[in-house]
């Protein structure tokens, strides 16, 4: 999935992404993200294998336990 280059400021659910279960690549790169919910990548995601949060202000990540799969963050 594909959300860089749009203006995202925040992600303040930890539902936002829950229900795409098949998720195995997330793009949040060029934004303006400044917040994402601590528990934003929960163990449902579990075939999320490669997450990009380059070039946004955030000060804090979220936590990544439950993602097994991960092997690259950008």
């Known amino acids: 999935?594909?959300?860089?280059?749009?203006?995202?400021?925040?992600?303040?659910?930890?539902?936002?992404?829950?229900?795409?279960l098949s998720l195995n690549f997330l793009n949040l790169g060029n934004n303006n993200i400044k917040f994402l919910h601590p528990s934003l990548f929960s163990q449902?995601?579990?075939?999320?294998?490669?997450i990009r949060l380059d070039n946004n202000f955030?000060?804090?990540?979220?936590?990544f336990n439950g993602l097994k799969y991960l092997v690259s963050l950008n």
């Open 1 to 20: 999935l594909d959300l860089s280059s749009n203006q995202i400021e925040y992600i303040p659910s930890e539902s936002t992404f829950k229900n795409l």
């Open 44 to 50: 449902k995601l579990k075939n999320l294998y490669l």
């Open 58 to 63: 955030l000060n804090q990540l979220p936590s």
